[in-house]
């Protein structure tokens, strides 16, 4: 473990340079224990204060070592976070367009804008175009063909129709973690942050603790509408440090 106490500059170098010697300086230090024989996953680096985060991570990674940040109060100002609260307001509501939105844009579906005009767009009776409500284009029964979308587009909405539909009667049914659950897993977007080293697994450890804490307001809440309330109202007031997923064998700081 290093605590990183103060930054000590000399007459006329700036805060940052000062800041960004003392980084190449601990990551140097890294580098050697790594050199070593120390494993990554057993190093630690303590700030007094977040601000300076970023130039340790940079310098961290100039000498080839990956690192996940985990403290600061910035949890609920995440995506991971976010994105599960604007699930849940739209299981209390399918007619949300800025829940839905949120979703359809997010990593579990990355839909294009060209499906997103598809549904937010039709042609009245002399042919031009009109806004439509893109949330009842999105859920409406049957097939997609009449919405103009490429079969490439069309695919992926009705994977991300028939996910959505599923996750709210689960969550209307009061298994909201199961529901959460499998759209991460169905949908390939946890074997995807996987695949992406340290940063994909500090977005797993978003997920889980933001799943964790819908649980634990699970138990409470009288109802759908309660939770998400409930959830919106905890991330407004949370001064949480980011969730992190990590053992002594991973391979970051």
């Known amino acids: 473990v290093h605590y990183q106490r103060s930054t000590a500059k000399a007459p006329g170098v700036s805060k940052p340079e000062a800041v960004a010697v003392a980084a190449r300086h601990v990551a140097a ?7 070593h024989g120390a494993a990554p996953g057993s190093m630690a680096l303590l700030l007094g204060t977040m601000a300076n ?10 000498v080839g070592l990956d690192s996940v940040l985990v403290g600061g109060s910035v949890f609920a100002q995440a995506a991971e976070p976010q994105l599960v609260g604007a699930l849940l307001r739209y299981v209390v509501n399918t007619q949300d367009e800025s829940a839905l939105l949120d979703a359809l844009l997010s990593p579990l579906f ?5 499906a997103l005009l598809g549904l937010s767009s039709e042609f009245d009776e002399q042919g031009a175009p ?3 409500s893109f949330a009842r284009a999105f859920m409406q029964e049957g097939s997609l063909e009449g919405l103009g979308l490429s079969a490439e587009a069309q695919r992926g909405v009705e994977v991300a129709r028939d996910a959505l539909r599923r996750f709210v009667r689960l969550a ?12 991460l897993v169905g949908s ?25 804490l819908v649980d634990d307001l699970a138990a409470d809440a009288a109802g759908i509408a309660e939770l998400s309330a409930a959830y919106d109202a905890m991330l407004a007031a949370s001064k949480a440090s980011p969730g992190v997923l990590a053992s002594s064998e991973s391979q970051f700081v």
Do not use: C, M, Q
């Open 29 to 35: 230090h890294f580098a050697e224990l790594r050199s």
């Open 53 to 62: 985060a970023p130039a340790y991570i940079e310098a961290l990674r100039g």
């Open 110 to 114: 990355a839909i294009g804008d060209d």
């Open 130 to 132: 009109r806004h439509r």
């Open 172 to 183: 209307r049914a009061g298994r909201t973690v199961e529901g959460l659950r499998g759209l």
């Open 188 to 212: 390939g977007l946890l074997r995807r942050e996987e695949a992406r080293g340290s940063d994909g697994l500090a977005v797993g450890g978003n997920y889980a603790k933001a799943i964790a």
